[in-house]
């Protein structure tokens, strides 16, 4: 069977449209990811092992905040358009506060009475090869290439993929802080990702990824989600960015202002140099006019000729008048 897309979406849609199991279902669950927009609320469900995104259409019917408890009723609906699944919210029930942001909220306050968010170490003045432990798909790293490139071309980056979210992402995260830990072929580590959801950004709220960050030994910069996201590592890092092109202004330094610099110096050890030579000549020139205007005298090798007797056939030697000086050789 062969179908076009808006053939498939319309089938899916239909598909859950008959499905009565889907409807005036009772859902419990933590909130995060509130977005008000127009009479609408978005926001999503979780518990600790799924995500539903959420939409509810009279935003005066849920006024939800993140990290609330509570049980909602509605129906499943599928956006055939986009090909996304909502779950259409009809009612909403706050029930407490969640157990997810209560665990996070206990976790900063535990590493923030260890100390781990005191230490800030400033990044290096002089950046050869930077370190990057993301997603080798998407725009981060396309990003950090950019802007390091266009600020100084002579810097390297290197990248240890890792996922970002999902089940392997704090694993790998972890590996690629401690690999370049343990090696020093880089001067600074950037932890990035981009926007996405609270659950999208979850792994960096774990203490396994926070504890990576803190205990290796070169600065780290963080740059994950948007501008507005803050996560724990945020915290634990030496150096947080807004975004990952942010990141990568703040650890390359521009190669350009580095060569007006060296410009600017040069031109003023240039003046320093011809001023000192031009008094040094105004001096010397000042120096042969206190003497009268016959005066002569004879030298050899640096030294005053006060008889002939000092003279022998072949000696160089220099008169100097009143008015400059010549040299000559002793003829026998």
């Known amino acids: 069977m062969e179908l076009s897309v808006t053939q498939l979406n319309n089938y899916i849609k239909s598909v859950f449209g008959a499905e009565e199991m889907l409807h005036n279902v009772l859902l419990t669950g933590e909130v995060t990811g509130v977005a008000v927009r127009g009479n609408g609320v978005w926001f999503t469900m979780r518990d ?4 539903v995104p959420c939409v509810c259409w009279e935003a005066a019917r849920c006024p939800v905040k993140d990290g609330e408890q509570v049980t909602v009723r509605g129906s499943v609906d599928y956006w055939q358009k986009a090909g996304k699944l909502n779950f259409n919210v009809h009612a909403l029930v706050k029930t407490g506060a969640g157990d997810l942001l209560a665990e996070l909220k206990a976790l900063t306050e535990k590493l923030k009475a260890e100390g781990l968010f005191d230490r800030k170490r400033a990044l290096p003045s002089k ?7 993301s997603s080798r798909y ?13 600020r100084n071309p002579t810097v390297d980056i290197v990248l240890y993929p890792a996922a970002v979210q999902g089940e392997n992402a704090a694993r790998e995260l972890v590996a690629g ?44 910069v963080t740059a994950v989600g948007h501008e507005t996201d803050v996560t724990l590592v945020d915290y634990v ?19 350009v202002s580095r060569q007006d610099q060296v410009r600017q110096l040069w031109s003023r050890l240039r003046y320093v140099i011809t001023s000192r030579l031009t008094a040094v000549r105004n001096s010397a020139q000042n120096f042969l006019h206190i003497f009268p205007k016959d005066f002569v005298a004879v030298a050899k090798n640096g030294q005053v000729v006060k008889s002939a007797k000092q003279l ?21």
């Open 48 to 51: 600790r092992d799924a995500a």
């Open 127 to 133: 950046v050869k090869r930077i370190g990057v432990v």
């Open 138 to 150: 998407g725009a981060v790293i396309h990003d950090i290439m950019t802007v390091t490139k266009r």
């Open 177 to 220: 802080l401690d690999y370049f830990s343990n090696q020093s072929t880089v001067d600074v580590v950037i932890l990035a990702r981009g926007g996405g959801s609270s659950e999208d950004l979850s792994v960096f709220n774990t203490e396994s990824v926070a504890r990576a960050v803190a205990s290796c030994r070169l600065p780290v």
């Open 237 to 255: 890092a030496d150096v947080r960015a807004a975004t990952p092109s942010a990141a990568a202004e703040l650890v390359v330094p521009e190669l």
């Open 312 to 332: 022998h056939a072949k000696d160089k030697l220099q008169i100097c008048f009143s008015d400059g000086r010549i040299g000559v050789t002793v003829d026998g």
